[in-house]
C-alpha cells in the first residue's frame, strides 16, 4: 500500500450539504479504516474479474452509455460477480497526494459484467475530470458489494419512495420483485422525486417496469413549472399519478390510507437524509412503529 492511495479528507465544498444517507465525509472515514487496515495487512490493489469487500482491484470500462439526462452516464465493467438487489460499490480516484472515493449504486449486473450509473458533478472533485479518465479500456478501483436487500417469498405489499439518483438501487430491486412469478401477489407503490421531467434518467428502464400490473408509479416534479402538456403527456406513458410539487405529508397519508394493516407493509425509503428523515417523520405520523422501514 503506497502513501498515494491515503484517503485524502473531503473539503467542506465537497459535501452537497443535502445530506446524503452516506455522505462524503462518511465514505472518508470508513476508507481510512480501510487504508490503516491495509496498512497492517499489506494488502495490495490486484486486477481480476472477482471483486473484493476489504481491498480495491481495478476493473476495466467496457462501455460507456450516455442517458437522458446530459450529465448522466452509465459504466460497464468486466466481472464475474452477480450483485445481490440493492448492492453498491465505492470507487477510488488517485490524486498527486491521496485518493478520494465515492460510493455508486450496482444498476445492473449478470454473470459477466455490471453497471454503474454516474452524475458528474461540473465543480465535484471527485467527477468533474472523471469523463477524461473514465474510458473505454480504462482501468478503475473499485471494491464492495456492500448493503443490499433480501427478497423473500413470500412477501408482503411494499410502498417505495425515492428522490434523485436514489431511484438508482431500486432499480434491480423492482425487478427482482416484479420478474419473481412467486411474488406476482405483491403490491409495489413506487413514489419518485425528481426537480423536472429532464432529470429523469432511464426513462426506457422505468416504462419496463410500467408494464407490470401489480406496479403503481406516482411522480413528484418539485418545479411547477413544467406542467406543460409536452411533459404530461410523456409522463402519462410511465407514470399512474403525476404531481408537480414536492412529496408531502398528505401525500403520503393519501398512499397508505388503502392499506388496512400498515403493520403488514414493506417501506424502502432511499435519498437524501434530509428526504429520508421527512418520508420517516410522515409515516410515522399516520402509524407508530417503523420497524419495517429500510432505507438504502
Not at 71 to 92: L, Q, Y
Not at 142 to 155: A, N, Q, V, W
Request: charge should be neutral; aromatic fraction near 12%.
Amino acid at each position: 500500500m503506497e502513501e498515494n492511495d491515503k484517503p485524502v479528507e473531503p473539503l467542506e465544498s465537497d459535501c452537497c450539504g443535502q445530506g446524503c444517507s452516506m455522505c462524503v465525509f462518511d465514505i472518508y472515514e470508513a476508507e481510512m479504516k480501510n487504508y490503516q487496515k491495509s496498512l497492517s495487512t499489506n494488502t495490495l490493489e490486484s486486477t481480476s474479474f472477482a471483486i473484493s469487500s476489504d481491498h480495491y482491484k481495478e476493473f476495466k470500462v467496457t462501455n460507456i452509455q450516455e442517458t437522458e439526462v446530459g450529465n448522466v452516464h452509465i459504466f460497464r465493467f468486466d466481472a464475474n460477480h452477480v450483485f445481490m438487489p440493492g448492492e453498491h460499490v465505492i470507487a477510488k480516484r488517485k490524486l498527486q497526494k491521496g485518493s478520494i472515493t465515492r460510493q455508486y449504486s450496482v444498476l445492473y449486473s449478470c454473470a459477466k459484467y455490471f453497471e454503474i450509473l454516474v452524475k458528474i458533478y461540473e465543480n465535484g472533485r471527485f467527477t468533474s475530470s472523471l469523463m477524461k479518465d473514465w474510458v473505454l479500456g480504462s482501468s478503475v478501483s473499485l471494491r464492495g458489494p456492500f448493503g443490499g436487500f433480501d427478497i423473500k417469498s413470500p412477501m408482503n405489499d411494499m410502498i417505495i419512495f425515492a428522490s434523485g439518483t436514489g431511484l438508482v438501487p431500486l432499480f434491480s430491486i423492482l425487478k427482482s420483485i416484479l420478474g419473481n412469478h412467486a411474488l406476482d401477489d405483491t403490491s409495489v407503490i413506487c413514489s419518485i422525486s425528481f426537480k423536472n421531467w429532464n432529470n429523469i434518467f432511464n426513462v426506457e428502464e422505468i416504462k419496463s417496469l410500467a408494464d407490470y400490473c401489480n406496479f403503481t408509479l406516482r411522480v413528484y416534479l418539485s418545479d411547477e413549472s413544467c406542467a406543460n402538456e409536452k411533459v404530461k403527456r410523456q409522463l402519462s406513458r410511465v407514470a399512474d399519478k403525476v404531481n408537480y410539487f414536492r412529496i408531502n405529508e398528505k401525500e403520503v397519508h393519501e398512499i397508505l390510507k388503502p392499506f388496512s394493516n400498515l403493520i403488514k407493509l414493506n417501506f424502502i425509503v432511499c435519498g437524501s437524509k434530509t428526504y429520508e428523515k421527512d418520508i420517516e417523520s410522515y409515516i410515522l405520523s399516520y402509524r407508530s412503529s417503523n420497524n419495517n422501514i429500510v432505507k438504502l
